[in-house]
């Protein structure tokens, strides 16, 4: 059992894309469908066992060494100041972090500005790297009825087709960063294991790599 490789794996559709580039990269062939609400899911010949969590947790495994290796987007890494090793930015899961309003906003700068989010740091920090002072309102999702709502006069939240912020007349503002799903490794695991995790992500650059080219 010990020798097993523990992967944390966001759930989701980028769990699903990152189960692909593992079976491109021959690095392992997990069907997910068949775990049905099983949370472990082991490759017996490839010697790892995905742990399936919820995406914003996939850094918490790796820091505590609850997983030795994961996938989690920037966002996450941005937010929670993970202690873990960025091994690869995998190029995939892209979005971007952005303060969006509802159309025609104008920052009138009376005080605070209400800014509803699941990123509360990322919120405090970007704002206040442009010397403007916040009132986080923390939500867990749901973020963009907020403002029509008059719970907060703009949201800081990840933005990928946009369709969300079409559909709740929300407009882009200005973008924060730009976000990717990246291979990380707790720090531990990474001097243990160096040369297996080394392999791994090696692999999945070259698969990544070539992913990125067929698109
Ligand atoms: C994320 C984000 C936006 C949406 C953006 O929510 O919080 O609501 O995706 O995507 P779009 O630009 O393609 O519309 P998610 O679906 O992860 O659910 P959540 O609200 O529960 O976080």
Redesign the pocket.
């Known amino acids: 059992m010990e020798d097993y490789l523990s992967v944390a794996l966001p759930k989701g559709r980028l769990g699903e894309k990152v189960l692909q580039l593992f079976k491109k990269a021959g690095i392992a062939d997990i069907d997910i469908e068949k775990a049905g609400r099983k949370l472990c899911i082991e490759d017996e010949a490839a010697k790892l066992r995905f742990i399936l969590v919820k995406p914003y947790d996939s850094a918490v495994f790796v820091e505590r060494g609850a997983a030795d290796v994961g996938v989690c987007g920037y966002d996450v890494l941005a937010e929670q100041h993970s202690d873990v090793y960025e091994l690869l930015d995998l190029g995939f899961g892209k979005?971007a972090m952005c303060v969006a309003a509802p159309k025609g906003f104008v920052d009138a700068n009376a005080g605070p500005l209400k800014v509803a989010t699941?990123y509360a740091n990322a919120a405090e920090e970007y704002f206040s790297s442009k010397g403007r002072d916040i009132d986080v309102i923390k939500l867990?999702?749901?973020?963009?009825p907020a403002p029509m709502l008059g719970l907060s006069d703009v949201i800081f939240?990840?933005?990928?087709?946009?369709?969300?912020?079409r559909e709740n007349r929300l407009e882009v503002v200005e973008k924060a960063f730009d976000v990717s799903a990246r291979f990380i490794a707790n720090k531990a695991s990474y001097n243990f294991r160096n040369k297996e995790i080394r392999t791994i992500a090696d692999r999945l650059a070259k698969a990544a790599a070539e992913m990125q080219e067929q698109n």
């Open positions: 979005c699941k867990n999702g749901s973020i963009e939240d990840i933005v990928e087709t946009g369709s969300t912020l």
